[in-house]
């Protein structure tokens, strides 16, 4: 597994704070596209009550967008078969236990 080494993890620490506070107020305006945008609002009324571009709205769906399909590929690619496995093994357990209550 890949470790950064201190100095790696000294600079992203401070890249990092360098970037917290324009990260949250991206954050934030990320939640409040997706809340207008899940409310049926246009992206020119969404920038129109952000005071923001219409333009920047339409980044904001797109890296939503992006995020979510990430999220999904993610669980379907790895947690869907470890509940799946999960499921097997609890039935097969359960199988195991009637059949040799079966044979008693």
């Known amino acids: 597994m ?7 993890r000294k ?5 990092s704070n360098n970037l917290e506070d324009e990260d949250l107020e991206h954050q934030d305006r ?4 997706l809340m207008f945008h899940s409310k049926g609002y246009s992206q020119s009324e969404i ?3 952000l005071n923001v571009n219409q333009s920047t709205v339409s980044r904001d769906i797109t890296e939503l967008r992006e ?4 999220s999904l590929d993610l669980y379907v690619k790895e947690e869907i078969p470890n509940e799946f496995q999960f499921y097997i093994s609890g039935l097969r357990s359960k199988s195991n ?8």
């Open 2 to 8: 890949y470790k950064p080494s201190p100095i790696l």
């Open 11 to 15: 600079l992203e620490r401070n890249n």
């Open 30 to 33: 990320l939640a409040k596209v």
């Open 47 to 49: 920038a129109h009550k």
């Open 67 to 70: 995020k979510s399909r990430g």
């Open 97 to 104: 236990n009637q059949k040799s209550m079966g044979h008693s």
